[in-house]
Nanobody
Framework: QVRLVESGGGLVQAGGSLRLSCAAS????????MAWYRQATGKQRELVAG???????NYADSVKGRFTISRDNAKNTVYLQMNSLKAEDTAVYYC????????WGQGTQVTVSS
């Protein structure tokens, strides 16, 4: 059974940094594409960043140059380093794993105060 557990969210001032982690279990992690999504109150869930099983990354325009996605296959973990945070980055952040199916974590709240 695939399980994803996010951590690292919290309250930070604008301009600050946070690092989110997503630990996966029950899967051959190195073969999975991983991604971070976010959903702000009253808005649709949107892609923030993705990393393929081969290490190729992609980012939403709104976070390019500020966020970095990475993965550690030895730890079955994907990370999202978020720098220069803005109030508009406030959202619940979700980890997503894709293989034959799609799996989601429970989400972690990120709140950026201006």
């Amino acid at each position: 059974q695939v399980r994803l557990v996010e951590s690292g969210g919290g309250l930070v001032q604008a301009g600050g940094s946070l690092r989110l982690s997503c630990a996966a279990s029950g899967t051959m992690f190195s073969t999975n594409d991983m991604a971070w999504y976010r959903q702000a109150t009253g808005k649709q869930r949107e892609l923030v960043a993705g990393v393929s099983s081969g290490g190729t990354t992609n980012y939403a325009d709104s976070v390019k140059g500020r966020f970095t996605i990475s993965r550690d296959n030895a730890k079955n973990t994907v990370y999202l380093q978020m720098n220069s945070l803005k109030a508009e980055d406030t959202a619940v952040y979700y980890c997503r794993l894709s293989d034959l199916y799609t799996y989601w974590g429970q989400g972690t709240q990120v709140t950026v105060s201006s």
